[in-house]
């Protein structure tokens, strides 16, 4: 009994095809997975940029004063923390502005980073003289933006 022609698929094709279906079936959904997590990160990122740059230029345009702010809830929304630092330079009247915002989904854990730097006049005259030398620049984390005058 011999066959010369096949009528189907015997059961062993079937099962090779269907577990190669469901093989690349789970890699695509673990793709599209690590691509959400990609594009909130991202989303967030730009978001915390966009506050820097406007609490920033709130500063600059004299609409809030140029202090030391601790961490704090944002206006636009608490679960972004914004902080102001002022770093002494090496040169006199001169002070750097940092305005640092960070999303924080829960209590002392912060995400999504973002720094700024801008040289500013010495509001108070903080920076007399800075006997150390340059201040060394500290890296952003999160691809952060650090903005600043050349000297």
């Known amino acids: 009994m ?13 099962l090779l095809a269907t577990s190669i279906l469901i093989g ?3 890699v695509l959904v673990e793709l599209v997975t690590i691509g959400n997590r990609h594009a909130s990160s991202a989303r967030e990122l730009s978001k915390s940029q966009l506050i820097c740059q406007s609490k920033l230029n709130e500063i600059l345009a ?16 608490p679960r972004w ?3 102001i ?5 090496v040169h006199e009247g001169l002070v750097a502005l ?3 915002a960070a999303y924080e989904p829960t209590p002392k854990k912060q995400r999504s980073r973002c720094t700024l ?29 650090a903005r600043g005058p050349a000297p």
């Open 2 to 14: 011999t066959r010369s022609s096949r009528q189907g698929f015997s059961l062993l094709e079937v």
């Open 117 to 145: 730097v801008r040289w500013v006049r010495d509001p108070k005259g903080l920076n007399k003289t800075h006997p150390q030398g340059p201040v060394p620049e500290t890296p952003a984390s999160d691809g952060a933006i």
């Open 24 to 26: 690349s079936s789970i």
């Open 85 to 89: 630092d002022l770093v002494p330079t």
């Open 98 to 100: 940092e305005v640092n």
């Open 81 to 83: 923390v914004v902080w």
């Open 62 to 77: 004299h609409a809030a004063p140029i202090a030391q702010v601790r961490p704090t809830p944002s206006e636009e929304d």
